[in-house]
Every structure is written in structure tokens, then in C-alpha cells.
């Protein structure tokens, strides 16, 4: 059995121990066991799709170096990348259709415990439909909205409201190569329809649908879902809160929250908050309820309510080790099907609660909107009437947790950088322009036991922000720079360079921006509109001086927001390779070629050092393009 | 202590003495060398003539060998005659040594044919280091050479010469190339390979004359066609040197005849190599392969033998492997189908424009031959089911694909656990 | 002395040894750099199928070699202290004598390189590579003498 060389920080090494100590097996000890993990896969030139197969192609050149059907490693890898991007579209795609349904029985009157929050919001997205707001009814104007938001999902031809906050440049090369998405499940449709064996084998093609399908997610899917739920939930504005595992409470009821979608967590925070409840957790001896949350659904309540962010992807099973959790409430994406055998060591109970996303071993309660309240205050008082079976000699929390700030939207950004009086985006183009702020890079998506040591994400931020690059975040990769202390004013005149320290000073912010959750890189793109709105650094996106990176990136979703991104015309790092590296052409297409389509492209770099380099090269290559002032502050 | 001879310092006789002593470390093993030349890899003098090797490569057993095992060498030293009566060998220098047992392993030399002109300066065989080293003599004031004979020793001191930059035709009285080793379609894989590289091969044709005052100009064929050249290689077969057996009762055919144990008819006194006839079972008859594997194989079992020990030679096998130019060809057993005989099977594969050829030859199930140009990877195989005679109607179907190897076979053969690795949950029979 | 064994029981013929054997001998050991490389490393052990069974076919290191007895540059020698058959590269012409010989097919020649491809159980790196890129634990190494008796048929 190989060495265990995984880092990472400190709570995560000390519940890692005790997992040990109990024998509980965690991600880390099987992503070891399935070391090596096979070659074929790696390189992207294993093929499933048909019972010809499955195929492998012989990267060394002797054996087969086709499929049965014919298909050469590009057009194998391609397709297996199309299903990909289509699987991690589909997820974002189902989620907004999710919070979308919720609108709808908001609107009328049937969502029990839900409400329009941000009622101006919901004029300024109607009025993006088309939707004339004068003089009409709040409900109503959601219900016209919700049935709209329904018939762009099933839209066949035409192209989505929400891509024509692009800048023109950007739509006409999107209209011009077909990759503007003609409606939002139609796209997802025909990439699993083009990756049978037999329909579309040619990898470029391939890949243009890709990419129409990511846009279909980054300007549809996902940006409903964000607008949606700040429409929803509100709109956030910074809140300061704890990240890591220390936010769990000996001595009260610790709920955790665990999934993707708002819609769950927002009624459980509430009704944690409820004063009967609280009453009820006193009676069983508990000082309060504490509740906290783990991967995007925690974000979602972190940004929008101060909840505690208990740990991210990663943590998920340690989170139950601790002993101190009562209940796991979870809906779906990125919770690992192990969590119930572990939470049957311990007297935790886990609650599935989402019609797709089933795991034996759970209680399954199904969340209905319809009785959002009454089944929230239900869970938690089971996590209450769970709190006295907690065997107090088994709990260990770890100290460690961080304060942190998250919550900026667009919209907050807007209000922070105007000062009092004005919203405007213009101090960040200034600082731009007159180089104190080289650029802005995001740092998003996942975290993956195969990095084995546990800090790109805050190697990468700390470099970036050393070289006066703001950095904005979403995800796992903010939690994980949060629980480093990174996502804190104090950050800025820790580790930035001068001319981004003297931009927070001046704003009063950090200098990482936490957003959100994932289908909150969505305001990415609506910031990027913005930039070019306000002009000076670039006419389009992919004229402006940002790059993004997912460091430790394991979920299709991931690859999909990646694609959005290099469709969008933005550099996208990851730091472990897409598997395609056994198929040349595609290579060079994914890593090279497709900028001269959308400005946008691929690469990959392990090294957080060396990530940051590609990305600031990017930069300083953009802004020589545009003729901006050299930087204030050189390294 | 026995005093063992062995007459030849080369595949067979190395073998010999290194079976001897791994059995007997104390008695006195003597060897006898025509040549004065440490013992060197005679396949390799092909190469070191085309500058692929230098000389220090084509040592096969440096002196500490000699040292270290204790054993006697006597280079440049030709036994002459054999007196099985007084169980001693006389040298040409008169000087006699006697033995307990005698190994005859002295090989073969090249035929000369009678063309006219053929005694000529600078004609040569292609068979020692001696003729390799005067051929390079020469090269610097050649331009032109030809060589006689479409064999592999023909062919590969073409490759010699030509890698030298000299200008070579390859004279063959036969239809085509490698006529002992390949059949018609395979040889002529080889002939496209080496004329692609420059080597001129003109077949169905002799030479007649040598034309030349005392120093070789050109050559004459029998079309009566004459080619400007200065250098001639002799390709044309070997014939083994048993000219020291003359007198005695030791049988022989076209070499020495041998027996199962490798031993000739006087039981003291074992033969191997080019000199020596075995039974080759692809044959049905005794024959001579002349060829370093066999002559190494043979070597070793007579070393045994001598040594006390009771082996079993199971006879011999054409074996063949060469490569040109980057197309590899392997020839094992016979090719030779006998006209009208009913039983004989032959399976084929043929690609021409990826110069892909297989051929297996099947006498009653039983594989007597095989032929691979371009994909050479489980000959091996092959070679183990005509030796250990392996009936393939199992498995008959599956014989040219490129899948098949040793897992087919794998329930025919029989295997000593002592062959290192092996597979658990093999089927016991 | 360690030997490679094969439960073909466990065999699914996924072939991740070849990939991880060729990576082994590869220059720069790293796959995505590795299937870049001028020349390409060959895997020096084969999977072959036979029947409803796959059997991982690479160099035995027999006790009694036949490709030593055929080498005619030398090159290859049996070292009895390792029990392994040795190639050395500069001896070697590539006449592919050994290729012939071979009764398990177990070498395979490389033409651009003019090197036998054969197995060499890893020597320098302590663990052949190949037991553990085995997804199911097929390939087995250790001592001879551990194997429970009866394990290989002593067929004659």
C-alpha cells in the first residue's frame, strides 16, 4: 500500500487521522486503491458508446488505432469530451429548471415559505424577456417570467434571451459559427444524439456543438438559476462567516446542508432560525441550533444568510467522522454515495430529499415546495429529537475555522465600486487602464484528492494576487482559499501587490471576491459584460485582460463552465489535464486552434506557480493589445 | 581427469566446453583454432565489413574466458589428421595430443565453382574475418563488385559492401533471391527491399568468366552481358572440412554423420556444427543446418554427452532470421513442398503493399515450415511446434492471425516448472 | 528469487500492463509526455486471448535460454545470481535471432531501434511496473517456493 503523501490543511489532516484510527475509509484511501488509474482513460482513448466496443486506441502505436466502427482517437475523444460538457450543462441545466418551477408556484401563491425577495430584480429580468412590468401585479409579472423561463428550456429555434447581454462582437462570432444556442434542452439533446456511434465524426464538429451546448448552460441554465434565486432568495451583498469544519458546535444541534439547490437550503435555514425550534433543541439539552453547509448549496446560504460554510467537496465524509452531526440534509450533485455508511458509524442521519438523486442507506423525504416549510421544520426537528443519541465521547471537532467574506454579486460590485451616490464599473476599468490592477482571473471549481498537496488553489491565488490581479471565485476552490484566511481584507495587505492593495483600500474590499456557487460563474460573464460596457478594456471578452482557472477541477460540471468560459472567448486553465491527450489533433483544436474561433482556449498546468504564469502572460498579452498603461507596480 | 579436444574455437565448440564444465570442473579441456582470431561472432562479419560494429564487438569470448574456465587454446594450430586408433589428433605442425573424447567441430568452408578466372586477386569467400578484413583492404579502390550466388551469405556481403558505397550486382543462377531459405513470393519482397536500395540482383544468370590480367576488371555471364567490377564475393554455398577424417572409418555423407547422442560411429568421438549431419524431422532424412543457433545447440548437447551426462539430441531444424533494410524475414524448417505428395498443406497471407507475408507449411497437421517477411513476432512459437512436433489441428484456424501465440499452445506442450515463470490454474492433464 | 506469476483467472485482458510498461520504459516516464516521444516505447509484455481466457505473455527468464544459445553477437547472457536473461544493448545487432527462438514469442523486435523488445522485469526499479498498473491483482510477484504446492501444473 503506497505512502499516503496527501497535505492539505490542518482539520482536514487531523479528521483524515481519526478516519484512520477507525478504519473508515474516505476518498483519499480510494483514490489510492485506483492508482494507476487506467491509461486508456487518461488519455481520453477509451471508447463505451456502442456494443462494437468497448474500443481502446494503443497510444504506442502497435496495436488497433481505430475503433470498430472506424473512429480514430480525435473522433473517440471528442466525443467523449461532447458527452461531457453535455452531462455537466445538463446538471446547471436542471437546476434553473428546478428554482424555475419554484417561481412558478410562487407566483401562484403555492410555494409555502418561498416569496419574490428582490422584486426589482424580477422587473429587470422581465424586462429582458420582454415582459412589460408597468403597472402589473408582482405575482403576475413572476408568473409571465416563469412560463417564459419554461418555453426557452423546451425552444427550438432562435437564440436565448440572456446571451444578448453579450457584447456584439461576441454574438456576431457566435452567430456566425453556429454556436449561439438555439434553446436550452435542445443543445444537451443533440450533443448525446451527434456522440452515437455512426452520427457526427468529425472532432471539430464535434466540438462547435460542444461549445454551443456550454453556452446553452453559461447563458442559459446557469444565469436563470442565479437570477432566478437572487430574485428568490435576494440579491447578496457581503456577509462575514466561518469556513471549515470548526464551525460545528459541541454543545448545539449541528445540521448540515449539502447539494446544489437553494431551494432546499434556504427553507432549512429558516426554519433552523425558527424560535419554536430553538425552543425544542433547549429542551433536549442542546444550547441552540447551528446550522452549516457543505459544497454550492452552502454557498448559496452563506451569500444570501451568513450560514457557515462546514467544509467543501472533500470534506464531506470527514464532516460525519466528527461525530457531532446530527443530521445531513441533501438534494443533489457532488454528494458521494458513501456518506450513509459512514453516517451509520455514528448516530447521524442523512436525508435524500431530491426525486433524482436517490442514495440507499438515506431516509428519503421528498421536498415539496408545495409544503416547503412544514417539511423543512420536519427535517430539522428530526436533526433535534436526533441530538440526544450523539455519543459525546466520540465527537472530535477540529478547531480550525476562518472568517471570511462572500457575496458579490454583480450587482454589489456595481454599488462598491461607486461609492455612495453612483453604480458604476468605472473604478475597476481605471485601475485597470492605469495599471494598478493588472487584471481579473477566476479561481474556480473543485477540489481532488489526486492534487496531492492540497494548496493549488491557494498557491495560485496568492501568486495571482502578489502580481496585482484581482481574483473572483465560486465553488469548492473559494471555500478552500477561505479556510487559508484569503477571503479577508487583511488578505490584501497580506499578500497582494501594491497596486491591487491600494484598488481594496480605496473600495474597501478584498482582493479575492467570493461570488457564489458554481452556477454563479454566471456573474462572471454578466461582470464581463459589464467591463466592456463601461469600456476602455475592450471592446469585447475576449479583448479584456481576464483568464480563468480550475485548479483542481473533478465534475463534468466543471468541464462545461470551462467551455462556456473558452467559448466566451476567455483562456481557461485546468490543473489536471482533460483526458485527450492520446488524441493529437484534438489536442492541438482544444489547445490552440479554437482561438481563432472565439478567442478563447484550453491548457493545462498542474503547477500552481506555473498556472498563475500562463495566466498572467494571458493578461499582459491583452493588455498590450489594448494599449493600456504598463503596470504601475512592476514584480 | 579425462582430457577432452575440441577441434574449433566457435558456436558449437564454445558450447561444448562450457556444457563440459559446468559438469567437470577439473579435467583438461583443450581447444585447437585454425584461424588466429580469438573466437569471434562469424554472423557479425557482415556488419563490421559495412562499419555497423567496430571489432571490439565481434569478440564472443575474450581471453579471461580461456583463464577462467581453466581450459587450453591453441590459436592458428590446424589438426590435419585423426587417429581414432591411438585416440590422437596430429597437427600440421607434426605436433600430436591424445584425448579421452574428441569433438570435430571445424565447420565448413566456401565452394569455389570452376568459372574460368575464378583463381584470380581479389576473389573472395565471405566466411572469416581474414576474408572481411581483405575485402575492407580493398573497398577504398573499389568502385565496382559483384557477387556470385543469391544466398544469405551473398546477400548479406552484398549489404556489406553497398552500405560501403561500392556498386554491387548480385549474380543468381536461380529465379530468384535466398532460393534455400524463401519461396518465390517472399524472396521477392526481399529482391523489391534490396533493389529499393540500390542493390542490383539479376537473376537465372552465371557467371562464366573472370576477366582480368592477374587483377580482377570485369565479369562475363553466360548471356555474355560483362559488367565492369574489381571485387568478387563467392557466395556459394560451404562444404564442411572433414578433409582430417579421410583416413579413419568415421562414416560421412556430405558431413559427419551423427547419431541422437551427436555422436559419430566411433563412440569417443562427437561431432557438431556445419561439419556435422543430424536429422532434421522437417526433412525426414539427415542433413546439415548450418547455422549458429544450431551449431551452439548441438555443441552443448555434445559437451554433455561427453562429459558423462545422457542427452538426447531430437535433431535439427532450418532456422533462419534476417533482416534488410528494415523488412525483417524468418525462414524455419522447409518451404519445399514435395510434388505429389497428397499430405502436405500450405496456409497463406499475403499484403504486398505492406510488405506483410506468412506462410505455413503443413504435413499431415503438422507444421514442417514457415515463412514470415515484415511481421516476425511469434516465430518462435512456430519453431517450437515443428520441434517438439506439435499437432495443430486444434488450433489450425487461428494459425495466421496476428492474435495467435504461445496461450494457444499453451495445453500441447509439456514445460519443467524450472522455465521460471508460469501461469497457476494452467489446466493439468 | 522473485518470479511473475499470472492468475488468468483474474485476467480481463484490459492490457493496463502494456500502457504501464511501455511507460516504464519510456524516456520520460510521464504518459502524456511519453506518447510523444521520437521513438515509442514498446510494451515488452503482450495480453493474448485464447479461448475464453487472456494470458499476459512476456520474457520467462528461462533457465535454460534458448535465445542465449542463438544470440550470435553475445548479447544476450543468463546471469545466475539475478535468474534473469540480460540484454546488452551495445552487443546487439538486431538480427532477430532471438525472436526466433523464443517458445513463448515473448520477444518482440523493435525495427527502428533495432533492439529485441524483452521483458526485464524492471531491474532497476525493484517492482516489476506491471504487478501493480493490474487493476484486479492478476499479476502476482514473489518466491518461487511461496506458491501453495500443486498451484502449476507439473505437466512432463
Known amino acids: 500500500m503506497s505512502e499516503n503523501k496527501f497535505q492539505g490543511d490542518a482539520a482536514t489532516q487531523e479528521m483524515r487521522k481519526i478516519a484512520q484510527d477507525l478504519s473508515i475509509q474516505t476518498v483519499w484511501e480510494r483514490s489510492l486503491l485506483q492508482e494507476p488509474h487506467c491509461g486508456f482513460g487518461m488519455l481520453g482513448i477509451c471508447c463505451k458508446n456502442c456494443n462494437l466496443g468497448p474500443c481502446r486506441i494503443d497510444p504506442f502505436g502497435e496495436g488497433a488505432q481505430s475503433g470498430v466502427c472506424g473512429a480514430d482517437a480525435d473522433i473517440i475523444a471528442a466525443r467523449n469530451l461532447l458527452r461531457h460538457i453535455a452531462a455537466g450543462a445538463g446538471c446547471h441545466n436542471d437546476h434553473g429548471r428546478e428554482i424555475v418551477k419554484v417561481l412558478n408556484l410562487v407566483a401562484q401563491n403555492k410555494a409555502q415559505g418561498y416569496m419574490i425577495n428582490d422584486a426589482e430584480k424580477l422587473k429587470r429580468i422581465a424586462q429582458e424577456y420582454g415582459i412589460k412590468t408597468d403597472g402589473k401585479e408582482v405575482s403576475k409579472i413572476a408568473q409571465e417570467l416563469a412560463e417564459r423561463l419554461s418555453l426557452e428550456y423546451g425552444q427550438q429555434e432562435g437564440e436565448l434571451v440572456l446571451a444578448q447581454r453579450a457584447p456584439k462582437k461576441q454574438k456576431d462570432i457566435w452567430r456566425k459559427n453556429n454556436l449561439m444556442p438555439r434553446g436550452i434542452d435542445r443543445e444537451v439533446t443533440e450533443a448525446l444524439a451527434r456522440t452515437n456511434m455512426g452520427v457526427d465524426n468529425d472532432y471539430r464538429s464535434l ?361 466566451s472567448g476567455a483562456l481557461v486553465v485546468f490543473g489536471l489535464p482533460y483526458p485527450l491527450y492520446g488524441a493529437k489533433k484534438l489536442t492541438k483544436f482544444v489547445m490552440d486552434e479554437v482561438e481563432e474561433v472565439t478567442g478563447g482556449r484550453w491548457a493545462f498546468e498542474s503547477d500552481p506557480i506555473k498556472m498563475a504564469r500562463i495566466m498572467i502572460e494571458h493578461i499582459d498579452k491583452k493588455r498590450k493589445a489594448l494599449n493600456l498603461k504598463p503596470m504601475m507596480y512592476q514584480q | 581427469m579425462k582430457q577432452y579436444i575440441i577441434i574449433g574455437n566457435s558456436a558449437a565448440g564454445i558450447a561444448a566446453v562450457e556444457a563440459i564444465r559446468q559438469r567437470d570442473k577439473e579435467s583438461k579441456v583443450t581447444v585447437f583454432s585454425d584461424e588466429d582470431y580469438p573466437a569471434y561472432c562469424r554472423c557479425l562479419i557482415s556488419y563490421y565489413l559495412a562499419a555497423d560494429i567496430k571489432e571490439d564487438k565481434i569478440v564472443y569470448r575474450p581471453e579471461s574466458f580461456y583463464k577462467e574456465n581453466n581450459i587450453e587454446l591453441f590459436l592458428n594450430k590446424k589438426v590435419s589428421r585423426i587417429d581414432p586408433k591411438k585416440n590422437r589428433v596430429i597437427c600440421e605442425d607434426k605436433t600430436q595430443f591424445t584425448y579421452d573424447a574428441l569433438l570435430i567441430a571445424t565447420g565448413a568452408s566456401p565452394k569455389f565453382p570452376d568459372t574460368q578466372g575464378i583463381k584470380k586477386r581479389g576473389v573472395f569467400g565471405f566466411r572469416t574475418i581474414k576474408d572481411t578484413k581483405e575485402i575492407a583492404g580493398l573497398l577504398p579502390v573499389t568502385k565496382a563488385a559483384c557477387v556470385l550466388g543469391g544466398g544469405l551469405i551473398g546477400l548479406k556481403a552484398a549489404y556489406g559492401l553497398k552500405k560501403k558505397g561500392v556498386d554491387v550486382k548480385v549474380i543468381i543462377k536461380s529465379k530468384q533471391v535466398l532460393s534455400q531459405m524463401l519461396d518465390f513470393e517472399a524472396a521477392g519482397f526481399v529482391q523489391r527491399k534490396l533493389e529499393e536500395n540500390g542493390i542490383e540482383v539479376i537473376l537465372g544468370q552465371d557467371a562464366a568468366e573472370i576477366i582480368g590480367n592477374g587483377d580482377i576488371k570485369a565479369v562475363k555471364l553466360d548471356s555474355g552481358k560483362a559488367f565492369e567490377s574489381s571485387l568478387i564475393v563467392v557466395g556459394k554455398g560451404v562444404s564442411p572440412n572433414i578433409d582430417l577424417i579421410k583416413e579413419t572409418q568415421i562414416k560421412f555423407n556430405a558431413g559427419l554423420i551423427a547419431d541422437n547422442s551427436l555422436k559419430t560411429n566411433i563412440p569417443n568421438i562427437y561431432t557438431a556444427g556445419d561439419c556435422a549431419e543430424t536429422f532434421d524431422a522437417t526433412l525426414g532424412r539427415h542433413t546439415i543446418n548450418a547455422l549458429w543457433p544450431v551449431a551452439v545447440e548441438q555443441g552443448k548437447v555434445c559437451g554433455a554427452n561427453m562429459a558423462g551426462d545422457n542427452l538426447n539430441y531430437a535433431g535439427s531444424v532450418g532456422m533462419n532470421s534476417i533482416e534488410f533494410f528494415g523488412l525483417p524475414v524468418i525462414s524455419l524448417g522447409t518451404y519445399k513442398v514435395k510434388e505429389g505428395e497428397a499430405n502436405f498443406e500450405e496456409l497463406r497471407f499475403c499484403n504486398t503493399k505492406e510488405n506483410l507475408y506468412k506462410k505455413i507449411i503443413l504435413r499431415d497437421n503438422f507444421i514442417v515450415g514457415a515463412l514470415f517477411v515484415g511481421n516476425i513476432g511469434n516465430s518462435g512459437v512456430f519453431l517450437r511446434m515443428i520441434r517438439e512436433r506439435i499437432n495443430i489441428s486444434p488450433f489450425k484456424d487461428k494459425l495466421l492471425q496476428e492474435s495467435f501465440g504461445y496461450p494457444d499452445i499453451m495445453d500441447f506442450v509439456s514445460e519443467d516448472i524450472s522455465y521460471g515463470d508460469g501461469y497457476l490454474n494452467k489446466k493439468a492433464t | 528469487m522473485k518470479q511473475l506469476y499470472y492468475d488468468v483467472k483474474k485476467c480481463l485482458g484490459c492490457k493496463s500492463c502494456e500502457i504501464a510498461c511501455a511507460l516504464a520504459h519510456s524516456v520520460s516516464s510521464d504518459l502524456f509526455k511519453a506518447i510523444k516521444e521520437e521513438i515509442l516505447s514498446l510494451p515488452r509484455k503482450k495480453v493474448i486471448s485464447s479461448k475464453d481466457k487472456n494470458y499476459p505473455v512476456s520474457c520467462r527468464h528461462c533457465k535454460d535460454p534458448k535465445c542465449v544459445d542463438a544470440c550470435m553477437a553475445a548479447a544476450l547472457v543468463y546471469d545466475k545470481e539475478k535468474g534473469m536473461v540480460l540484454h546488452d544493448e551495445k552487443r546487439c545487432v538486431g538480427c532477430w535471432m532471438c525472436v526466433m527462438v523464443c517458445p513463448y514469442g515473448a520477444i518482440r523486435p523493435n525495427i527502428k531501434t533495432k533492439i529485441p523488445v524483452r521483458c526485464d522485469k524492471c531491474k532497476d526499479k525493484g517492482e516489476p511496473t506491471c504487478v501493480k498498473a493490474c487493476p484486479t491483482g492478476a499479476i502476482i510477484w514473489q518466491e518461487e517456493i511461496a506458491l501453495p504446492a500443486g498451484t502449476l501444473s507439473e505437466k512432463r
Not at chain 1, 452531526?325 to 435524500?352: E, G, N, R, W
Not at chain 1, 421528498?366 to 420536519?378: L, V, Y
Not at chain 1, 481584507?489 to 484598488?503: D, H, M, N, S, T
Open chain 1, 207 to 567: 466540438m462547435m456543438h460542444g461549445m454551443r451546448v456550454a453556452l446553452s448552460d453559461g447563458w442559459g441554465g446557469s444565469m436563470i438559476a442565479t437570477e432566478l434565486s437572487d430574485i428568490l432568495f435576494s440579491s447578496p451583498e457581503p456577509l462575514q462567516a466561518k469556513a471549515n469544519l470548526g464551525v460545528l458546535k459541541e454543545d448545539q444541534v449541528n445540521i448540515i446542508v449539502h447539494g446544489h439547490v437553494p431551494v432546499l437550503s434556504d427553507a432549512i435555514a429558516t426554519a433552523s432560525a425558527d424560535p419554536e425550534l430553538i425552543k425544542l433543541a433547549k429542551e433536549k439539552g442542546a444550547n441552540g441550533i447551528n446550522l452549516a453547509g457543505i459544497c454550492c448549496t452552502a454557498l448559496e446560504v452563506l451569500i444570501r444568510k451568513g450560514v457557515n460554510v462546514a467544509g467543501n467537496f472533500l470534506q464531506q465524509e470527514l464532516a460525519i467522522i466528527t461525530g457531532a452531526v446530527d443530521l445531513m440534509i441533501v438534494d443533489l450533485q457532488c454528494i458521494m454515495p458513501s456518506l450513509p455508511d459512514i453516517a451509520h458509524c455514528f448516530h447521524t442521519k442523512i436525508v435524500s430529499t431530491n426525486p433524482r438523486a436517490h442514495f440507499p442507506g438515506s431516509e428519503y423525504i421528498e421536498f415539496k415546495e408545495e409544503k416547503g416549510t412544514d417539511i423543512a421544520k420536519q427535517i430539522v426537528r428530526m436533526a433535534i429529537e436526533n441530538y440526544p443519541k450523539r455519543d459525546k465521547s466520540r465527537v472530535h471537532i477540529p478547531k480550525e475555522s476562518q472568517d471570511l467574506i462572500g457575496g458579490f454579486s454583480t450587482e454589489y460590485i456595481f454599488k462598491m465600486l461607486g461609492g455612495k451616490y453612483r453604480f458604476t464599473f468605472k473604478p475597476l476599468n481605471d485601475g485597470i487602464s492605469a495599471g494598478r490592477i493588472r487584471g481579473v482571473a477566476g479561481v474556480v471549481g473543485c477540489d481532488n484528492p489526486k492534487m496531492k498537496s492540497g494548496g493549488t488553489h491557494i498557491a495560485l491565488v496568492k501568486e495571482l494576487i502578489k502580481n496585482d490581479v484581482l481574483v473572483v471565485q465560486t465553488g469548492c476552490a473559494a471555500t478552500a482559499c477561505a479556510k487559508e484566511g484569503l477571503l479577508t481584507p487583511e488578505a490584501a495587505f497580506k499578500y497582494a501587490g501594491r497596486g491591487l492593495q491600494e484598488i481594496c483600500a480605496a473600495v474597501g474590499c478584498p482582493p479575492i471576491l467570493h461570488l457564489g456557487p458554481c452556477v454563479d460563474n454566471s456573474r462572471i460573464l454578466t461582470a464581463c459584460c459589464e467591463m466592456v460596457k463601461e469600456g476602455g478594456i475592450g471592446a469585447s471578452l475576449d479583448e479584456l485582460p481576464v483568464a480563468g482557472a480550475a485548479p483542481e477541477w473533478m465534475s463534468e460540471k466543471a468541464i462545461a463552465i470551462g467551455w462556456y468560459f473558452v467559448a
